[in-house]
């Protein structure tokens, strides 16, 4: 229990300090017009809600037909997860699962597109592509830690077109609604496996 603890607080600070380094070239000012955009139009911000209503059915039918029980149940020991069932560590679920979400986004948005378009010179399409992936093959922490390929899988695909829709999304709109649709999303998931794992305890 305390070899676990001292893991979690870890990789907590961790996190911390990644994001405070992230975060150093925008104190000096540097991309600092894509942190958001108020100039989007009518047609991108339609794109936007479609991909983000297509990637809502996306993670539903994935976790109602790839995911089996037993996948399911091994989800219940994610941090996010345990805490809500707990009832505890709110310093997670307040604080250190916000700060994990902008930081992906910095590192595979902010940064990776970034520099794929302005010091590569590749195009746009193809920048958001290979993020997308390299933020897609990133999830292999969920094999590592679970051991699970389906898990591995669901959470490589939604991840992927995640990378799709935030890639549009932070060239059209900035990085800020790149945060929000990735909390958003990501903490209704892992809400909707907590009212699972709920529901089969209140039938026991």
Known sequence: MIKETIKTHTKDVIIIIVVFILFIPLFY???LKKIINLTFSFNSFAIL??????L?????FIFSTLLDQKSISQMENHDLVDAFIKKNR???????FPLTMLMEELIFRFYAI?????????NPFIAVIISSFIFAAYHIHFWI???????????FILSFFLGLLNGYAFISFGLLICFII?????FELYFYLYRKFYAENQKK
């Open 90 to 96: 709110k310093w997670t679920k307040w604080l250190i």
């Open 114 to 122: 970034s520099v794929i378009i302005d010091l590569i010179k590749l």
């Open 145 to 155: 830690r679970f051991k699970n390929f389906r898990i591995f899988i669901a959470f």
């Open 49 to 54: 809600a479609l991909g983000l209503f297509f």
């Open 182 to 186: 990735h909390y958003g999303m990501a």
């Open 56 to 60: 809502f059915l996306l993670w539903r």
């Open 29 to 31: 000012g540097y991309n």
